[in-house]
């Protein structure tokens, strides 16, 4: 087994991320980011439109574990990977999001990605 997977604290790395590949999903966004030789990196953000803290918490307990099974073996090396929770992930099928999360690892190996966003005012 190689490294072990580091969690993303700071929110300079989450900005960071935020710079990078963003791959949309019908649960989640996927932004993946060159780190600079750091490993793999992970990171979840769920917002508070999505609901209240229990809701957030489930999702975000969901991702953490989609992330610890997928990224030892699909995560791009030396990447900020951070999943961003959308409306309706959370009665999401656990397998269906780990089928989506596989799909957008590949295209973001491939480095495709969603056309960039507006910026906002």
Do not use: S
């Amino acid at each position: 087994m190689g490294d072990p997977i580091q969690v993303l604290r700071k929110r300079a790395d989450f900005l960071a991320a935020n710079r990078g590949l963003r791959n949309a999903r019908p649960g989640f966004v996927l932004l993946t980011n060159p780190n600079g030789g750091l490993g793999k990196r992970y990171g979840v953000t769920v917002t508070k439109k999505i609901g209240n803290a229990v809701v957030r918490n489930r999702m975000k307990r969901r991702f953490r574990e989609l992330l610890r099974d997928a990224l030892p073996e699909e995560g791009l090396p030396d990447h900020d990977h951070v999943l961003i929770g959308r409306e309706g992930g959370v009665e999401r099928d656990f397998a269906a999001m780990r089928a989506e999360l596989t799909a957008a690892l590949t295209r973001a190996r491939e480095n495709k990605g969603d056309p960039p966003r507006r910026r906002r005012k």
